[in-house]
């Protein structure tokens, strides 16, 4: 159960692309297409962005796709935005029931 | 609309209890497995617990295992949380959320439990 890996910290100017690995293992991440993403505020509950891998809830602007190969997932953010200034945190299916979230994430809008 | 209230965040003493409820409205919380998840002080999420719709199955992260116990009341539309043993190491905001999809669409605004003497 060892949190999945991202890079601490990510950045673009408005406008750029910006995109954020999370790195696991062939016993989450890499065997379930159970990965997710989220985004968090300061002092906010996190937002659910891209579920099932490529998934977007009802409301996510177009912006944000996710993808994934082998033990590996990644959110693109597009056309960055002021607002995307935020925390990211992936999160995957690790058999048995279990979950487990990423390291997070802050991305910077310059 | 889906609402997730938490409450029962305090603070307690290294080695004692503390009892977390999560609220439930605007659906039907029988249909949906629920999950709390952690934040320590400036740190990232945590997994702690998710129970099936009915209760009859529960898992937990490794390091509240045999500590915590999560449970529901669907007539009452209600999550808990029941922490005994608590550590320093708890300290944090407590999630509740809806899992579906296995992903997480709505969350609570969370709880904030400090274990500290």
Known sequence: QSALTQPPSASGSPGQSVTISCTGTSSDVGRYNYVSWYQQHPGKAPKLM???????????????????????????????????????????????NIYVFGTGTRVTVL | EVQLVESGGNLVQ?????????????????????TWVRQAPGKGLEWVANIKQDGS??????????RFTISRDNAKNSLSLQMNSLRT???AVYFCARRSYGSYGYWGQGTLVTVSS
């Open chain 2, 57 to 66: 199955e529960k898992y937990y992260v490794d390091s509240v295992r045999g």
């Open chain 2, 14 to 34: 290294p080695g004692g209890s503390l009892r977390l409820s999560c609220a439930a409205s605007g659906f039907s919380l029988s249909s949906y497995w629920m």
């Open chain 1, 50 to 96: 891209i579920y099932e891998v490529t998934e977007r809830p009802s409301g996510v602007p177009d912006r944000f796709s996710g993808s994934k190969s082998g033990n590996t997932a990644s959110l693109t953010v597009s056309g960055l935005q002021a607002e995307d200034e935020a925390d990211y945190y992936c999160c995957s299916y690790a058999g048995s």
């Open chain 2, 89 to 91: 190491e708890d300290t």
